[in-house]
């Protein structure tokens, strides 16, 4: 709990939106979306500023504590927001119906350290969209870490200059992150890094394909300058048998029965 309430010290919701602009209603609007699911919803920055703009939002998170600080944020803003607790590798199971665009942000995704449970959440993502859905899926800039080193603008994402966020280890399989605060409090997270084309294989692998990739809300940037890169993911015109009716053709896999399998 005392970390959910720092969250959004770390955060700062207002630098963080002029930092963010309108890209993602832009991007939900320009494709027509209106039902997401928010499934990494943490304190609720995102789920509050896509209600505000007329989205009809689902907000989900594996954590009550988050979903509850999330609720808090809302209501202080004037909203009631829609909570789930979900476990990502049973998403299906915990939601209602199908939606337009599911958000994934803040990094949430690098919270799962096993291959089968990336593939397997990926594939409830996929299963939980509409015929037509996209997935916007973000990470840290791993690559540039393992290539060139740790370094942080803090221009786009942790905007709070007075908030350290550093890896205190990383390696090609784990990273321990450590955020320090201005009272001397110090927390530690451990994730699991990914690499940008690492990523967009294991959502091609997933079903999905026109994968656009944003550095720094920019479709074109250098490698090694972005601190997040953004992946915007459409789901793919094939039908397929147990999820969403159609048939395979020869020699195609359901991507969902191989999570199950690998579960």
Not at 4 to 11: A, F, H, P
Not at 96 to 101: H, L, T
Request: proline letters at 2%.
């Amino acid at each position: 709990m005392s970390f959910v309430e720092k969250w959004d010290e770390l955060i700062d919701w207002d630098a963080r939106a002029e930092s963010e602009g309108q890209f993602f209603v832009d991007v939900l609007r320009a494709r027509g979306k209106e039902t997401v699911l928010d499934v990494a919803t943490g304190t609720g920055f995102h789920s509050v500023r896509l209600t505000r703009s007329g989205f009809n939002v689902t907000s989900a998170d594996g954590s009550a504590t988050l979903l509850a600080k999330a609720f808090e944020n809302g209501q202080k803003r004037g909203m009631i927001l829609k909570t789930v607790q979900a476990d990502w590798r049973w998403l299906n199971r915990d939601i209602q119906g199908k939606y337009d665009a599911i958000i994934c942000l803040s990094n949430s995704f690098a919270h799962l350290h096993e291959g089968k449970d990336r593939r397997r959440a990926l594939a409830e993502f996929y299963a939980a969209l509409k015929h037509d859905g996209i997935l916007i899926i973000d990470q840290r800039n791993y690559d540039a870490m393992f290539d060139h080193g740790f370094s942080s603008k803090h221009k786009y994402y942790y905007a709070v200059d007075k908030v350290t966020t550093e890896p205190e280890f990383i390696d090609e399989g784990f990273a321990r992150f450590k955020y320090s605060f201005p009272d001397g409090s110090e927390y530690t997270l451990n994730m699991c890094p990914i690499r940008k084309n690492d990523m967009r294989r294991l959502l091609s692998e997933a079903g999905f394909e026109r994968i656009r990739t944003y550095g720094h809300f920019q479709e074109t940037y250098a490698e090694e300058d972005p601190d997040f890169f953004i992946h915007i993911a459409e789901k793919s015109s094939l039908h397929l048998v147990r999820w969403g009716g159609g048939t395979t053709a020869e020699g195609e896999s359901d991507i969902r029965e191989v999570g199950r399998e690998l579960l």
